[in-house]
Every structure is written in structure tokens, then in C-alpha cells.
């Protein structure tokens, strides 16, 4: 793969659409001017669309228009800056969604998720993100990578990797986080889990939960495509546009109205159940999760949620406010985990499930290869609620990998 002076990205360019424009060839530099011979150019094999994403194009977010988009980054190195050291021209290599600089007290602690550098805003960056620090994204053909040393996760034999590639771009981002939120709800041989939210995350969710030894995992939706989708590798499914409660729900799988765990993979623009499945009730997986979530049990929220969202029809949701019933939650003795997922916690050792094949992340989110060119349509399927996970081959590298 060679370098070039030219490069290609997806660009918001206002709320529900998206354009493939020329944009700047990266340079070993952040975003606020500063050399960053720390990093590395990498020429993107593969980028995915993510429902993090979506929030954005639908206007849910303040995010400017002209932002490059992308969090979801699997690439081979062309240029490494100088002061890198354990990594060479022509490594294939994950990039964690988040930015993060290896040094400060968070980092050092495992939480790159909120590094304490890499955003002068506030704690936490991320590539094609807004208010993540301003780190240009990867749905694109070459991108820069800061602190390359700490953030880059290498794959040991390339021709190895570009055979589970479908499964290994998944590392970026969705894997982790689904496993981030089996994890922190506690999930373990023989639990009882609810996962609210059939699209990737969520399906990434259940099948960790299922490489964690889970007993049963039930997926949550109002997507009769995505809940098929998630029954094809041994979830139990309920269909919340359906009437009856989601405890009643619960009880006719289990024999009892609650389980060990729960995960919210759904985030700030949850809709109601039931009856009320078209009206925008931005609460309602988490109370429904508390609602059956046992006494002591643990719930797991890699689900976003923002501290401004200006498309919400409720004044306090704009704010990031929720009508939450805490007292619940309190009075169970639940423990609630939330915030970014730090993937270089968690990647490696997905990364070994992967390529010895104790799980098949593609498969259980219906990885779907398209071009770049492509982009703008797949942000439109996913829309519309595909059971499907796009990933972006700029190159067309993928057509006979994986």
C-alpha cells in the first residue's frame, strides 16, 4: 500500500445527510497545531458505520457541519513519526475509538475513555466525534493516529488477520463496548441476561454475554429483522412494540419477572413499549431495566447519552436531563456503570477470541461490506433499521479478504 497526497472522507453536512468529499491528507499534527511525531498515517483496510454516528446525522447532537465522521478504524501504517518505537511501516493494526494519551492519571488507570489530554474541552477524545477533541474521523481513506505506541493494538501475522478481517474491524469499537456492558453488569457463567437493543451493539452485547458463559440472553427490540437476526445464534428475543410489560415479557422465558443483568445498548433516543413505541420516552431502558433487574444486580450502560441533545421534543432532554427513577434503582441495591467503553482494556484479549475462534462477531452482527462511495446509502439503510453492520472498504482490499 503506498501513500499519496490525496484522501477521501465521509462528511456530515447537516442532519440526515452525508457526502463522500476530498479532505486534507493527514500530517502527523493534532488539532490544535501541535506536532505529534508520536503518531503514525495510516491507510485505512476497513471503517464502520455506528449508531453513534447516526445520533449525529439525525441532528440529535451539536455537531458541526463539515465534520469528517468515524470512530471504527482498521489500517496499515504508511508513515510512522519519529519518536515511535514499537511500531513499523507496514503493521496492520485497530485503533481504539478513543483517544487517549498513555500518560495521564485516567490512562494509567485503564479509563481511556475520559484521558485527561486529548480533549481541551473536556475528559475524553474520539476520531469524528463532536466535542471529542476535534480529531478528524476515519470513514475514509488515510487518517492520523496519535501516541501510536500506546493506542495501537498490532495483529501478530497479517495474513492471519486479513483472513478474520470482518471480525477484526469490529475490535474498534462495537465488540469491546458490547463486552464492556456484559462486563460491567456483572454477566458470568450461568446469568440470566436482558439486552435492550437488537442493532450492533446490542447484538455484540448478547454474544459476549455469551463468551462470558451466560445461561440465557434475551434481546430486546421493536425491529422484528434485527430480533430474527439475533435469534439466529441462540438468543431469546422479545418485541417491545408488542402490549404487555417487559417483566410479563421475561417471566414467560424464565419463569420469574426478572434477570441477573441487565445491558442498555440503546441510549438517549429510546422510544416507548408497547403503545407508546412511536413517542420518544428517552428514560425508558433504564427504568426498564431497573424495573427487572434483581435485587444486587448490576446493569451495564454502553448506551450514548449526551449532555446536549437539541432534537429532543422534552425540555429536559435537551439538557441531558432524564426522568429517571433512581429511587428504584436504590432501593435494589443495583449498581449502574456508565460512560465510554475503554477499549484498549478489552481489545487484545478479544482480539485472541477472534483469531481462535471462540466467537464470530461478524456473523452475530451481519457484517455487510461496501465501498465508500457507498457511505451515504448505508447511513440510509442503517437508518431504516437493517439488521446489518456497514463496513467501509476504501481501498477494495476486502472484496477477497476474510
Partial sequence: ?????????????????????????????????????????????????????????????TAPIGLVLGHEITGEIIE???????????????????????RCRTCRE?????????????????????????????????????????????????????????????????????????????????STVYI??????????????????????????????????????????????????LADKVAQILGVPEVDSAVDCVGFEARGHGAEANTEAPAVVLNAAMEITRPGGSIGIPGLYVTDDPGSKDAAARKGALSIRFGLGWAKSHSLHTGQTPVLKYNRKLMMAILHDRIQIAKAVNVTVITLDEAPRGYADFDEGVAKKFLIDPHGVLKNAG
Avoid at 474491524?169 to 462486563?183: E, F, K, N, Q, R
Wanted: glycine residues 14%; negative net charge.
Fill in 80 to 102: 510512522a513519526g519519529r519518536d515511535v518505537e514499537f511500531l513499523e511501516v507496514g503493521d496492520l493494526v485497530s485503533v481504539p475509538f478513543n483517544v487517549a494519551c498513555g
Fill in 1 to 61: 500500500m503506498a501513500s499519496t497526497s490525496t484522501n477521501r472522507g465521509v462528511v456530515y453536512k447537516g442532519p440526515g445527510k452525508v457526502e463522500v468529499e476530498g479532505i486534507d491528507f493527514p500530517k502527523l499534527v493534532n488539532p490544535q497545531g501541535k506536532q505529534a511525531e508520536h503518531g503514525v498515517i495510516l491507510e485505512i483496510v476497513a471503517t464502520n458505520i455506528c449508531g453513534s454516528d447516526q445520533h449525529m446525522v439525525r441532528g440529535r447532537t
Fill in 196 to 245: 435492550a437493543g437488537a442493532g450492533p451493539v446490542g447484538l455484540a452485547a448478547a454474544v459476549s454475554a455469551q463468551l462470558l458463559g451466560a445461561a440465557v440472553v434475551i434481546v430486546g427490540d421493536m425491529n422484528e429483522r434485527r430480533l430474527a437476526h439475533a435469534r439466529t445464534f441462540g438468543c431469546e428475543t422479545v418485541n417491545l412494540a408488542e402490549t404487555g410489560s
Fill in 110 to 190: 485503564q479509563q481511556t475513555g475520559i484521558c485527561l489530554t486529548v480533549n481541551p474541552e473536556r475528559a475524553g477524545g474520539a476520531y469524528g466525534y463532536v466535542d471529542m477533541g476535534g480529531w478528524v474521523g476515519g470513514q475514509a481513506e488515510y487518517i492520523m493516529i496519535p501516541y501510536a505506541d500506546f493506542n495501537l493494538l498490532k495483529f501478530p501475522d497479517k495474513d492471519q488477520a486479513m483472513a478474520k478481517i470482518r471480525d477484526l474491524t469490529c475490535l474498534s469499537d462495537i465488540l469491546p463496548t458490547g463486552y464492556h456492558g456484559a462486563v460491567t453488569a456483572g454477566v458470568g457463567p450461568g
